[in-house]
């Protein structure tokens, strides 16, 4: 008799799971689904408010501020994603039909009116970054001068070219970039390419205007390495909080 109840009880608990295992397996995958998607766009809200907080965080570093100062409206940080081709072509933007561009997806401290919404891939100081595939410092001092930042050591680079008006980074013969205006009010400027999974995907620039920057040489040369250290965090950074989308999948 026991053994009979135990057997009805078996078969009413087996017959349960079958009859809702299809609906607790649907249950399941959407409820995996929606905490999937919710984590995504919440990811997609919040990664460039978080970007620039970084950005922030490292332009105080630069500058030595402390969290109760108010950053100089001379130092500006901004934040650009690559990717896409130009389609509309116009003096501001300064890239030619079809070329590869950057796009502006952040900016702090400055005056944001004044920065492109586009700009060609490889056009600037962030152009030459790019193309040398590390992080640089132009000084815009005596009619320019960069120096990069590679395997731990500062270095000049010299195969630059002028004109009355703007400075040239010679790629190889017959291929130059445009890095700079020679008279500019600018002081200095870090260029720094970022990089996600192996794959070049953005960048950052750090810009320095104002008499406040008069005194740039004794940044290059005393401080250019602390301070590509200091660029060098944020990118890893800026990869992990805004460029790295495979983490929340």
């Given at each position: 008799?026991?053994?009979?109840?135990?057997?009805?009880?078996?078969?009413?608990?087996?017959?349960?799971?079958?009859?809702?295992?299809?609906?607790?397996?649907?249950?399941?995958?959407?409820?995996?689904?929606?905490?999937?998607?919710?984590?995504?766009?919440?990811?997609?809200?919040?990664?460039?408010?978080?970007?620039?907080?970084?950005?922030?965080?490292?332009?105080?570093?630069?500058?030595?501020?402390?969290?109760?100062?108010?950053?100089?409206?001379?130092?500006?940080?901004?934040?650009?994603?690559?990717?896409?081709?130009?389609?509309?072509?116009?003096?501001?933007?300064?890239?030619?039909?079809?070329?590869?561009?950057?796009?502006?997806?952040?900016?702090?401290?400055?005056?944001?009116?004044?920065?492109?919404?586009?700009?060609?891939?490889y056009y600037g100081v962030l152009g030459v970054a790019n193309e040398l595939g590390v992080p640089i410092l132009y000084d815009f001092a005596n009619k320019g001068k960069i120096c990069k930042h590679e395997k731990g050591q500062v270095i000049d680079i010299e195969n630059l070219e002028r004109d009355e008006d703007s400075v040239y980074y010679t790629v190889r013969p017959g291929k130059k970039l445009f890095v700079a205006k020679i008279n500019s009010a600018r002081k200095f400027m870090m260029a720094i390419p970022?990089?996600?999974?192996?794959?070049?995907?953005?960048?950052?620039?750090?810009?320095?205007?104002?008499?406040?920057?008069?005194?740039?040489?004794?940044?290059?040369?005393?401080?250019?390495?602390?301070?590509?250290?200091?660029?060098?965090?944020?990118?890893?950074?800026?990869?992990?909080?805004?460029?790295?989308?495979?983490?929340?999948?």
């Amino acid at each position: 008799m026991l053994w009979d109840k135990i057997l009805q009880l078996f078969d009413h608990v087996k017959n349960y799971i079958l009859t809702n295992l299809a609906d607790w397996m649907i249950g399941a995958i959407v409820a995996f689904i929606s905490v999937r998607i919710a984590t995504r766009d919440y990811y997609i809200e919040n990664r460039l408010e978080v970007a620039k907080r970084i950005m922030e965080q490292t332009l105080s570093e630069l500058l030595e501020i402390k969290y109760n100062q108010k950053m100089p409206s001379q130092a500006q940080g901004i934040m650009v994603k690559y990717g896409g081709r130009c389609f509309v072509v116009d003096e501001r933007s300064k890239c030619k039909f079809g070329e590869k561009i950057r796009k502006t997806v952040a900016v702090v401290g400055g005056n944001t009116s004044d920065v492109s919404r586009i700009r060609p891939l490889y056009y600037g100081v962030l152009g030459v970054a790019n193309e040398l595939g590390v992080p640089i410092l132009y000084d815009f001092a005596n009619k320019g001068k960069i120096c990069k930042h590679e395997k731990g050591q500062v270095i000049d680079i010299e195969n630059l070219e002028r004109d009355e008006d703007s400075v040239y980074y010679t790629v190889r013969p017959g291929k130059k970039l445009f890095v700079a205006k020679i008279n500019s009010a600018r002081k200095f400027m870090m260029a720094i390419p970022i990089s996600c999974n192996g794959k070049l995907v953005g960048g950052i620039t750090f810009d320095f205007t104002g008499e406040e920057f008069n005194d740039n040489e004794e940044f290059a040369k005393s401080k250019c390495k602390e301070a590509f250290n200091v660029c060098s965090d944020v990118t890893e950074d800026l990869a992990l909080a805004y460029f790295n989308k495979k983490r929340v999948f």
